[in-house]
Every structure is written in structure tokens, then in C-alpha cells.
T-cell receptor, first 110, second 115 residues
Framework: RKEVEQDPGPFNVPEGATVAFNCTYSNSASQSFFWYRQDCRKEPKLLMSVYSSGNEDGRFTAQLNRASQYISLLIRDSKLSDSATYLCVAGNFGNEKLTFGTGTRLTIIP | DADVTQTPRNRITKTGKRIMLECSQTKGHDRMYWYRQDPGLGLRLIYYSFDVKDINKGEISDGYSVSRQAQAKFSLSLESAIPNQTALYFC??????????????FGPGTRLTVL
């Protein structure tokens, strides 16, 4: 079983729609959680950190459920520029080791 | 200019050859990392370094070695390349702030093909 599991997709979503990604992690000692975005053949870039209280950044909302070891990302009013692969990431304290999911591919359709 | 740079960006080599991938950063970060990315497997940590005198193995260090020549430079070597080391390699850096949510910044990647 992978430490961080994601639905690989692809998700093909019309522009303006809301899309949700889910992720589960198996290491209960994980302390920090992130969503990274990776464009085709490019490097991953931090989209947002995920806090237990949930956090929102514009059209993006991330949630963490420690009891279920579950992380989610919600994208509202999706734009064409949101097309990318979204990586779910779990880290230990201090982040010396990040464990990446294999990513969920999203394509926004005009 | 990019904060984290990698050279070369693309490399094709033959089985058995020694190859070095280099990473430089201008972010002033103490921590540096090497990952490889394979389709269906995601990013996996090869080695990481907290400072010039510190080197640690990651999840998949066999067949690789590293050198931290300076705070800003971290190189990855394949002593005798084999075809299953064909992958996209990323260098990353992070700050040693002690906060739980410090971000890792990635270089543009090196696409390595071993024939």
C-alpha cells in the first residue's frame, strides 16, 4: 500500500465547475500536509499547506481529517489555467521527509 | 534568474557510464534534497542534506551518491548508470526555520535517459 494515495484521474471538468480531489495517507505520525501543483514537464510548486482547521486561498479550499487520515482539495469556479497535476504530500515534523502521492491529473475543458 | 538551477537539463548516457547531476541555489537555504520522478510512482527521495557536513539517505539511495560541496551546491552521482535509472530528477531546497509548514522549492528538473 502506498503511503499517500490519490485517484490518478484524469478528471476532465468544464470551465467554471467545482472539482474535488481526495487523498489518504497511511502514516499516522505525519505532521504536515500540502497540495503541490505540477504542470506538464515542470517542477512541482506549492499550492497550499493543509491545516487541521481547514484553510482557504481564493478559489481553493483544503481540508484535513486526522481521524480518517484524509486530505481534500476543492477548486471552485475552475479556470483553464487550473489544468495540471495535483500532488498530495505528507511530511514528518520539520519536513525533512516529504512523501508524495502519484498525483491527480486535471484538465479544464473550455 | 531562477532560485534553484539544475544542470544538465537533459542527458542521454549509456549503461555503465558515470554521470553527475548538479544543483545550485541562491535562496540561502540550508536543506537540500534530490528526488526522482517516475510515471505511476510519484516523487521519491534519494538523498537529503541539512548542511555541508550532513548527508542522509532517502527512500531509494542504492546506486546513487551525493556531495554537498557548499551550502549552495548539492550534486547527485550515478557511479555506473543502468537503464532503470532513467527518470526525471529534481533538486529541492527548504529553509531550516523549524516551522512545521516550511515549503520545499524545486529546481526545473533533469531528464536522464540511460540506454
Amino acid at each position: 500500500r502506498k503511503e499517500v494515495e490519490q485517484d490518478p484521474g484524469p478528471f476532465n471538468v468544464p470551465e467554471g465547475a467545482t472539482v474535488a480531489f481526495n487523498c489518504t495517507y497511511s502514516n499516522s505520525a505525519s505532521q504536515s500536509f500540502f497540495w503541490y501543483r505540477q504542470d506538464c514537464r515542470k517542477e512541482p510548486k506549492l499550492l497550499m499547506s493543509v491545516y487541521s482547521s481547514g484553510n482557504e486561498d481564493g478559489r481553493f479550499t483544503a481540508q484535513l481529517n486526522r481521524a480518517s487520515q484524509y486530505i481534500s482539495l476543492l477548486i471552485r469556479d475552475s479556470k483553464l489555467s487550473d489544468s495540471a497535476t495535483y500532488l498530495c504530500v505528507a511530511g514528518n515534523f520539520g519536513n525533512e521527509k516529504l512523501t508524495f502521492g502519484t498525483g491527480t491529473r486535471l484538465t479544464i475543458i473550455p | 534568474d531562477a532560485d534553484v538551477t539544475q544542470t544538465p537539463r537533459n542527458r542521454i548516457t549509456k549503461t555503465g557510464k558515470r554521470i553527475m547531476l548538479e544543483c545550485s541555489q541562491t535562496k540561502g537555504h540550508d536543506r537540500m534534497y534530490w528526488y526522482r520522478q517516475d510515471p505511476g510512482l510519484g516523487l521519491r527521495l534519494i538523498y537529503y542534506s541539512f548542511d555541508v557536513k550532513d548527508i542522509n539517505k532517502g527512500e531509494i539511495s542504492d546506486g546513487y551518491s551525493v556531495s554537498r560541496q557548499a551550502q549552495a551546491k548539492f550534486s547527485l552521482s550515478l557511479e555506473s548508470a543502468i537503464p532503470n535509472q532513467t527518470a526525471l530528477y529534481f533538486c529541492a531546497t527548504s529553509d531550516v526555520s523549524g516551522r512545521a509548514h516550511n515549503e520545499q522549492f524545486f529546481g526545473p528538473g533533469t531528464r536522464l535517459t540511460v540506454l
